[in-house]
């Protein structure tokens, strides 16, 4: 494993911190309770339940090993808008065609599109990095390159 630190947003050490805790009490504990019940069905060398209990705990530990890192790594960057849109930031953009769209800026490990949670380091987060309200930015895409107006930078 890398020593680099992993900077995050508190939310995003918060849910992996959380996640971790779920898989180290109620994960572990369900996955021990499918392994009784396959030990105490008989026969193991044949238990296709017990070889997938047992590959349940393997990546479950494998998951926790996987959490247990990131966050030894962590560094919470705080929320701070004197410096324009960083990690945590919320930044409302227009396009050309005048649509609005939500992006919030964060880590890596907390990315999630569906939710408009974009890396830092995505070609948008790049280039959203440090903007202010009324800043315009170009973003190269596959296919040309996409300008936007910011609206807003906000920290909650």
Known sequence: MSNKSIPMTQRGYDKLAETLHHL??????QISENMGRAIADGDLRESAAY?????EQSE??????????QLHRAVVVPEDASGGAGLGAR???KDEKGNQRQFELVGTYEVDVLKGKISDASPIGKALSGKRAGDTVEVPLPKGTAKFEVMAVEYS
């Open 51 to 55: 070889d997938e209990a047992r590959m």
């Open 24 to 29: 180290k009490t109620t994960r572990r504990e």
């Open 91 to 93: 930044i409302t953009v």
């Open 60 to 69: 479950n530990e494998a998951r926790i090993s996987e959490l247990e890192e």
